[in-house]
């Protein structure tokens, strides 16, 4: 039933959708799935292999859901085949919530309460509508010293009491009213003290419909009404419900629906009903709204950041070329480390940027000095409140030269630096080195570099600290782990905190890993992984092909091609009259292949054939290498530089629900708002037309130089 519900879902086959399932529990990764079970799945992706893993996850919540509800029936001994059949056929938990709420176990309610005065008689009297006195009259009969119920007002009210609940608990109601007050409500905003200033003034005095609610504006609003500065309702066609609800509830007694209603019912029913919603229902409904929005917010806040943060470690790495990392201290020494292509420190030192002029030609003399002598091709500086004074002083020093410099977000370097796989990687460096260290490095690679940090303290998403700790991390963990297996690590250099996303390891054997290199030197081929602590057969099987060993004398240890392929590997290359050593000559032509022959020939599905002549052809293929690097700017400016009209080059830093900031070359990054991205075509999400990373050309429309805000527009390259 799962299975056949996901593959209607999905728009898959039942059997792609079992054996997705099947290779999750037999404990193989996702990464290892899509690379090396193409046969079995169908040559499913990445994103379907991970709805299929997550759908499956509620699925089987909600069937879970169910269970439980049909034992607490049975236990209550009011389940039945009708039951059952509307259990069975619910889509999702809130619809098996309002069908379980009539029979949940309740506290002492006031219709408890009446029911234990022996009102529930009359109760039913008033539904049935068929009484030909007034209501007074029979409620009289209910009158009892020993139940309490003392007088007729009493009775009725009891009575009252429990038809509101008879009303509210029934299932057929609320999904519509749901469904009313979504589409028709709205959302108001009010501020509870008007002489407090807060960020949050913009929603003072706001109201919007619920539908077109935006996700920032809900989060904005989730925060500032648990902050103390917002009052939040819903407001909702309320009329229109408890019409609904009244024509459920009373019996139209003609024939031609001309409205003929009991006359000494009708009023009390309709009471009963307004108190039923007012009292029950809405409080409930709101919630239930508040609930969906917030959870769509946050669903939509966790997509975008983890498109942000994918686009981010994807950015181009800047290879073979040396780069001086600037650590920037405001108040006492910055520190600089000199790295190599290669990821090897060549020299660390300090410079002073405070004091008399003299001393600040002391620092640019002494700087220069060290990008001659170590053929320094970048400075990579990192962000700080006042890098606009070291921006000066950098482009001062490279003025005349080829040496470029960017800015570089440090954010999580220092938590990394004193962290102890910081201490492990860089033992004989004091903590404020290693964050230049980082910095040079994460400009040469940024993925290698921003593995090691908390994802959520980079800075790429939207109030990720409103969303839930452990859904949040489990989303961008699946990001990181996607990024690192689909560029590959090299098992030579590797840091722990990389090689724990590779496929089949974790934190143990990536300890493994390094301890090996240590005691054995470096890796030369893939098979030596099996000597490794931890890695037997089924672990090597998960990660092998993810893992390079660039000193290996098979070149196929450097591709992506799973040593289990390299047998029929050797044979396709044969068969096409080339020999290993003629993958990298860039001459391999497949052109004319049959695949369907030559599948069928080296019994090997069409579509792992596929992968891997795509590997053969394009061997050292990095997918970084087709996205953009980080700008390098040789000339500082400032905002005060600025004039509307401007065009310039950007690079994105984050993209949002109501647009995406750029940086410019200043210290305070441009907002392009989405309403001028699209060139006058109506765009449903910024990140629909860019990523971080991208560069971008943009104008200047509006600067505010008081507020250091800049407005951007989007040309066309």
């Known amino acids: 039933m799962i299975v056949n519900a996901l593959s209607e879902k999905l728009n898959l086959f039942d059997w792609q959708v079992k054996e997705v399932i099947s290779l999750i529990s037999q404990g193989y990764s996702i990464p290892y799935i899509v690379r090396y079970k193409k046969k079995e799945t169908g040559s499913l ?18 069937e879970k859901r169910k269970k439980e509800v049909i034992k607490s029936l049975k236990e209550q001994d009011k389940f039945s085949d009708e039951l059952n059949k509307i259990i069975n056929n619910a889509k999702n938990l809130e619809t098996v919530e309002d069908i379980y709420r009539p029979f949940s176990p309740k506290n002492r309610t006031m219709g408890v309460i009446a029911k234990e005065k022996g009102l529930e008689g009359l109760a039913k009297i008033i539904l049935e509508q068929k009484i030909n006195s007034p209501i007074s009259d029979v409620a009289k009969e209910y009158l009892s010293d020993e139940n309490g119920v003392n007088t007729v007002e009493e009775a009725i009210s009891g009575s009252k009491d429990i038809i509101a609940e008879i009303i509210s608990d029934n299932p057929q109601f609320r999904p519509l009213i749901r469904k009313i007050s979504y589409e028709d409500g709205e959302i108001i905003v009010k501020v509870s003290n008007k002489n407090e200033e807060s960020s949050y003034e913009m929603y003072y005095e706001h109201k919007e419909k619920l539908v077109s609610m935006a996700n920032h504006r809900i989060l904005a609003i989730n925060r500032g009404e648990e902050e103390g500065f917002l009052k ?29 209603y009991n006359k000494f019912t009708k009023e009390l029913l309709e009471e009963t009903v307004l108190r039923a919603y007012r009292d029950l229902i809405a409080p409930s409904i709101e919630k239930d709204i508040r609930d969906h929005l917030s959870k769509k917010a946050i669903n939509g806040a966790i997509k975008v950041f983890s498109k942000n943060l994918e686009s981010l470690l994807m950015q181009g790495p800047i290879r073979d ?7 920037p201290s405001p108040y006492s ?3 600089l480390a000199i790295v190599d292509g290669t990821g090897e420190v060549l020299a660390t030192d300090n410079v002073f940027t405070i004091g008399s002029q003299n001393q600040i030609d002391e620092t640019k003399n002494k700087i220069l000095d060290l990008i001659n002598k170590y053929n320094v091709d970048i400075i990579a500086l990192g962000s ?32 990394y630096s004193r962290s102890i796989f910081g201490v492990m990687e860089l033992p004989n460096f004091e903590n404020d080195y290693r964050v230049a260290i980082s910095i040079a490095k994460r400009l040469q690679d940024p993925l290698v570099e921003l593995v090691k940090v908390d994802p959520k303290s980079i800075g790429v998403g939207q109030y990720q600290h409103d969303i839930d700790e452990k859904y949040l991390s489990e989303s961008l963990k699946n990001v990181i782990e996607k990024v690192v297996n689909d560029v590959g690590v090299d098992v030579n250099s590797a840091s722990i905190p990389l090689l724990v996303y590779v496929s089949g390891l974790d934190s143990a054997i990536a300890t493994n890993i390094l301890k090996y290199r240590e005691e054995n030197g470096v890796f030369t081929n893939r098979k030596e992984l099996l000597k490794v602590e931890g890695i037997d057969a089924n672990v090597f099987e998960q990660c092998a092909g993810f893992l390079k060993v660039f000193t290996s004398d098979n070149l196929l240890d450097i591709t992506r091609i799973h040593p289990k392929y390299y047998d029929v590997t050797y044979k396709i290359l044969e068969e096409l009259n080339y020999k ?10 497949f052109g004319n292949l049959n695949l369907e ?3 069928k020939k080296f019994d090997i599905d069409k579509g792992t054939l596929m992968y891997i002549i795509i590997q053969l052809k394009y061997p050292l293929k990095d997918p970084r290498d087709q996205k953009s690097q ?3 700017r040789s000339h500082t400016l400032s905002i005060e530089n600025l004039k509307e009209g401007m065009i310039l080059d950007g690079s994105v830093r984050n993209v949002v629900d109501f647009g995406a900031f750029i940086d410019i070359g200043v210290y305070h990054d441009g907002l392009i708002h989405i309403s001028h991205m699209g060139h006058g075509k109506f765009v449903n999400h910024p990140s629909d037309i860019v990523n971080v990373g991208d560069i971008v050309k943009v104008q200047i429309i509006e600067l505010d130089l008081d507020r250091n805000r800049i407005q951007l527009t989007m040309l066309d390259d």
Do not use: C, M
């Open 45 to 62: 992706n990445d994103e379907t292999v991970r709805k299929v893993i997550g759908d499956f996850k509620n699925l089987k919540t909600l």
């Open 232 to 260: 939040v309702k819903i407001q909702v066609p309320e009329s229109e419900i408890t019409s609904y609800l009244n024509r459920h509830i009373l019996i139209d007694n003609s024939k031609d629906h001309s409205e003929n």
């Open 321 to 327: 070329k040396i780069v001086l990392g600037w650590n």
């Open 333 to 335: 020494t910055s520190k």
């Open 384 to 415: 700080v409140s006042d890098s606009k004074r070291f921006e000066t002083i950098i482009a001062d020093i490279i003025k005349g030269t080829n040496v470029k410099y960017a800015i570089v977000n440090q954010a999580g370097a220092s938590d």
């Open 580 to 589: 290993l050593g003629d993958i990298f000559s860039g001459n391999l032509s």
């Open 597 to 599: 022959k030559l599948a």
């Open 630 to 632: 980080a700008i390098l």
